[in-house]
């Protein structure tokens, strides 16, 4: 997974690693360093206020943590979202998960970016079929 913002770029290197680049003027990447920690198998990574989550596929979870002023990624904490969560997107104070199983999760968005309660939430399909990335717009 890949996550730009305004001065930093996340990048999923591997299956257990996140590198936090410097992004420039021009919007090249520099100055690559590995960041945060307890990932598994991450795919999806976005970012929200000072926060960013990550999608870990093995472990059934999304990890959430603090952007630092420098870019780096502490704190990181999981919570359990489905069986394999592929990507996630913040709207407002809701997460939308979507799960290599075929379904989609709604959760909250509570203190400290953590999310609260996840219910399927597949807007009548039965499934997606190995849903890979999800977007809201």
Not at 9 to 27: H, L, M, Q, W
Not at 76 to 82: D, E, N, T, W
Not at 101 to 114: D, K, L, P, R, S
């Amino acid at each position: 997974g890949i996550a730009v913002g305004q001065s930093y770029a996340y990048v999923g290197v591997g299956a257990a690693a996140v590198d936090v680049c410097a992004v420039t003027g021009s919007g090249s990447l520099t100055g690559c360093v590995g960041t945060g920690s307890g990932f598994s198998a991450l795919n999806g990574i976005t970012l929200s206020g000072s926060y960013a989550y990550v999608a870990n596929q093995d472990h059934g979870t999304v990890s959430v943590g603090a952007v630092n002023i420098d870019g780096t990624l502490s704190g990181c904490a999981a919570s359990s979202v489905g069986v394999a969560p592929t990507d996630v997107v913040i709207q407002g104070s809701q997460a939308y998960v979507n799960d290599a199983t075929g379904n989609v999760y709604v959760c909250a968005v509570g203190a400290a970016g953590a999310l609260g309660p996840c219910i399927v939430s597949n807007g009548g399909v039965i499934s997606f079929n190995f849903g890979i990335q999800i977007a809201v717009h």
